[in-house]
T-cell receptor
Framework: AQSVTQLDSQVPVFEEAPVELRCNYS??????LFWYVQYPNQGLQLLLK??????LVESINGFEAEFNKSQTSFHLRKPSVHISDTAEYFC???????????FGPGTSLSVIP | DTGVSQNPRHKITKRGQNVTFRCDPI?????LYWYRQTLGQGPEFLTY????????KSRLLSDRFSAERPKGSFSTLEIQRTEQGDSAMYLC??????????????FGPGTRLTVL
């Protein structure tokens, strides 16, 4: 069965420091990979996605993630975090374009002033 | 606001009562999904519809749960004889149909259920 692992449940980081949120997936077939963000008291928002092509994908607010097939990883990075990045981040995968989304357990990112 | 709406946003009920939630997807979307998110966890898939047909149900969806999408538009999720373990955020998502290419699932704000 397909699964998504996020090893870090909580990541505290100082403002303007870099951050990496780790994600690994298990699947024997091609997958689509995603990072979703959930700000306090708000709904899930798609942050970025990997469908095919370039293994490095970027969001509009400075996050990037790299698909690494050999390591079955899709880690999320940002070179300099802001207070407003404080949120819950979920790594997720889909087997096909019409399949359900399989979510990881989430990583709580806390940016410290 | 993604365009997917859910009502009510919050529901507090006593154990043993029945509850019903409603999801209104984006109007042209023919796929509709239900997920459940418990505290400190990622959302878990419950079921999904293609138009009015319920095509897949998770093993998480016990006999006390039933979902419908009678006209292929809005959907309802009913929980009968609620238990404290049913306390969670219930999320709805919708997407365009199609057998090829990627169609993003847009999530609603969720209905938070508290069973006392």
């Amino acid at each position: 069965a397909q699964s998504v692992t996020q090893l870090d449940s909580q990541v505290p980081v100082f403002e303007e420091a870099p951050v990496e949120l780790r994600c690994n997936y298990s699947s024997s077939v091609s997958v689509y990979l995603f990072w979703y963000v959930q700000y306090p008291n708000q709904g899930l928002q798609l942050l970025l996605k990997y469908l095919s092509g370039s293994t490095l994908v970027e969001s509009i607010n400075g996050f990037e993630a790299e698909f690494n097939k050999s390591q079955t990883s899709f880690h999320l990075r940002k070179p300099s975090v802001h207070i407003s990045d404080t949120a819950e981040y979920f790594c997720a995968a889909m087997k096909t374009s019409y399949d359900k989304v399989i979510f990881g357990p989430g990583t709580s990112l806390s940016v410290i002033p | 606001d993604t365009g997917v709406s859910q009502n009510p946003r919050h529901k507090i009920t006593k154990r043993g009562q029945n509850v019903t939630f409603r999801c209104d997807p984006i109007s042209e979307h023919n796929r509709l999904y239900w997920y459940r998110q418990t505290l400190g966890q990622g959302p878990e898939f419950l079921t999904y519809f293609q138009n009015e047909a319920q095509l897949e149900k998770s093993r998480l969806l016990s006999d006390r749960f039933s979902a419908e999408r009678p006209k292929g538009s809005f959907s309802t999720l009913e929980i009968q004889r609620t238990e404290q373990g049913d306390s969670a955020m219930y999320l709805c998502a919708s997407s365009l149909g199609g057998t090829s290419g990627y169609n993003e699932q847009f999530f609603g704000p969720g209905t938070r259920l508290t069973v006392l």
